[in-house]
T-cell receptor, first 115, second 111 residues
Framework: DTEVTQTPKHLVMGMTNKKSLKCEQH?????MYWYKQKAKKPPELMFV???????INESVPSRFSPECPNSSLLNLHLHALQPEDSALYLC??????????????FGDGTRLSIL | GQNIDQPTEMTATEGAIVQINCTYQ??????LFWYQQHAGEAPTFLSY????GLEEKGRFSSFLSRSKGYSYLLLKELQMKDSASYLC????????????FGTGTLLAVQP
């Protein structure tokens, strides 16, 4: 079990659906992240929130919309996704900004399938 | 830019020692992380190096040479449960906590 909780664990949706992925941590971390991971590939950074503000958007298409309601929660809103968006979506958190020795702690991910 | 290289696959025997290498070419280097990821699970943090030298943590050790852009993860007394993907990641970007992952090394431990 990880200290970063993601829901749902699995999600199947059509290309016209709207859904949200949720992530929660109670470690007092102030930086939270979304990654996308395709099979047999490393995680790819999508978004970084630092102190509840979006600090990095890695040129992610607008059909992915992140939201950070408070320091413990991170959402990823999905709309009009494409089949190639099927992947494992990982949430992570770390103490705060500054790479130094602040490892990121990952959730178990949401496995997303787009029909 | 970032260019992080690792071997794609490795095989080792239970009880043995294995070294997984990682080379990187980055600007704004901010430390080198190693993560373990079992199939279908979350990556878990193993080690962090920002200064040259060896960091030891039980059966796992990690080494860094900044001048050579080189790191390795050393796993001793291999166990079957060590079969996993090992990801090297550069903490890139100065003030921002941005991880750029290498391609990962899939380690198979055989009896």
């Amino acid at each position: 079990d990880t200290e970063v909780t993601q829901t749902p664990k699995h999600l199947v949706m059509g290309m016209t659906n709207k859904k949200s992925l949720k992530c929660e941590q109670h470690m007092g971390h102030r930086a939270m992240y979304w990654y996308k991971q395709k099979a047999k590939k490393p995680p790819e950074l999508m978004f970084v929130y630092s102190y509840e503000k979006l600090s990095i958007n890695e040129s992610v298409p607008s059909r992915f919309s992140p939201e950070c309601p408070n320091s413990s929660l991170l959402n990823l809103h999905l709309h009009a996704l494409q089949p190639e968006d099927s992947a494992l979506y990982l949430c992570a958190s770390s103490q705060g900004q500054g790479g130094s020795n602040q490892p990121q702690h990952f959730g178990d991910g949401t496995r997303l399938s787009i029909l | 830019g970032q260019n992080i290289d690792q071997p794609t696959e490795m095989t080792a025997t239970e009880g043995a020692i294995v070294q997984i290498n990682c080379t990187y070419q980055t600007s704004g280097f901010n430390g080198l992380f190693w993560y373990q990821q079992h199939a279908g699970e979350a990556p878990t943090f193993l080690s962090y190096n920002v200064l040259d030298g060896l960091e030891e943590k039980g059966r796992f050790s990690s080494f860094l040479s900044r001048s050579k852009g080189y790191s390795y993860l050393l796993l001793k007394e291999l166990q079957m449960k060590d079969s996993a993907s090992y990801l090297c990641a550069d903490g890139y970007g100065g003030a921002t906590n941005k991880l750029i992952f290498g391609t990962g090394t899939l380690l198979a431990v055989q009896p």
